[in-house]
């Protein structure tokens, strides 16, 4: 298992996604997952499956210590007495006394970042939580987080794809010391009929799913990935044993396009950083 390492935490390098995951795919999947060498899982209270990923994790029969569980508080929970409610509901359901890494899902001022920073930090001094994160944050946020946690913030899970330049965020991750989690790495599926890709992959000799996550874990972040399907699932943990070149590398980053951000929903989606 590969890990990306920042201040104190170790991130395994590939997680699994549960997003848009009806329950019983989630239980199905997040088990054969883990019986077949994933260790890192990746949900949120809003995908609402968060007791099928714990009922996934026992039934694998995975030691609870073997594996890096992500979750993420939504919004509407950022008032701290609420906050702290909602992480207990969270563990109950996940059916653990702890997660290895408690993300906010979404900035969102109804509640001062330093409340919601606040709650984090409570929760993770309390031992309910091993690391603290965030999630979509832009520079300033992430400047903003970090100075106002007592705590090392390590990282920001953000949509990240061969179309979507994310390279402020990625100067500003460097500069912080935080790591960086990539979601939506198939761009919803619009990578896979990307001819620049197809050339690569066939090159290589392997599938376009298999080049976008290594693209993304050789440059030294964290890549999420969900499927329903265990044969996918496979695919996509069979990146560590080959290596992009660095033209490759440079020209699947020349796929960025200006309009390439595909989640912005309206409500949550912060002032983006502006591509360089
Ligand atoms: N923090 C946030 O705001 C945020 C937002 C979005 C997502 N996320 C997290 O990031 C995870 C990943 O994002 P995502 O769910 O959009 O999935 P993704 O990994 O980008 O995959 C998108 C789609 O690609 C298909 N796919 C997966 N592997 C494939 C392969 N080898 N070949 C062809 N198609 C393949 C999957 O369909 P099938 O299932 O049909 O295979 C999946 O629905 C989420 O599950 C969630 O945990 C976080």
Excluded at 78 to 105: G, I, M, P, W
Excluded at 157 to 181: F, N, W
Excluded at 200 to 228: D, E, M, N, P, Y
């Amino acid at each position: 298992m590969n890990f990306v390492k920042t201040k104190g935490a170790a991130i395994p390098a590939l997680g699994f996604g549960t997003f848009r995951m009806p329950g019983a795919d989630t239980q199905r999947m997040v088990s054969h997952v883990l019986k077949n060498g994933y260790r890192h899982i990746d949900t949120a209270q809003i995908y609402g499956n968060e007791a099928d990923v714990g009922e996934g994790i026992r039934q694998s029969g995975i030691a609870r210590s073997e594996i890096f569980l992500t979750t993420k508080v939504w919004v509407e929970n950022y008032r701290h007495d609420a906050f702290l409610a909602s992480v207990d509901e969270s563990l109950k359901k996940l059916k653990t006394d702890y997660v290895d890494l408690l993300l906010l899902h979404w900035p969102n001022d109804a509640v001062p970042l330093a409340e919601q920073i606040g709650a984090l930090n409570e929760v993770a001094k309390s031992g309910r939580v091993r690391d603290i994160g965030v999630s979509n944050f832009t520079t300033a946020l992430m400047d903003e987080a970090v100075k106002l946690s007592t705590l090392p913030v390590v990282n920001n899970q953000i949509e990240y794809h061969p179309y979507l330049d994310q390279r402020p965020v990625i100067a500003k991750a460097g500069e912080l010391g935080m790591s960086l989690t990539a979601y939506f790495a198939m761009a919803d599926g619009k990578v896979l009929d990307e001819p620049v890709l197809k050339e690569i992959a066939a090159a290589r000799g392997r599938s376009i799913a298999q080049v976008v996550l290594r693209w993304i874990v050789q440059q030294g972040f964290v890549t999420l990935s969900k499927t329903v399907s265990e044969a996918r699932a496979a695919e996509n943990a069979a990146i560590f044993d080959f290596e992009l070149s660095s033209e490759e590398m440079a020209m699947i980053s020349a796929l960025a396009k200006a309009d390439g951000r595909i989640v912005s929903p309206e409500g949550l989606a912060p002032d983006w950083d502006k591509a360089v």
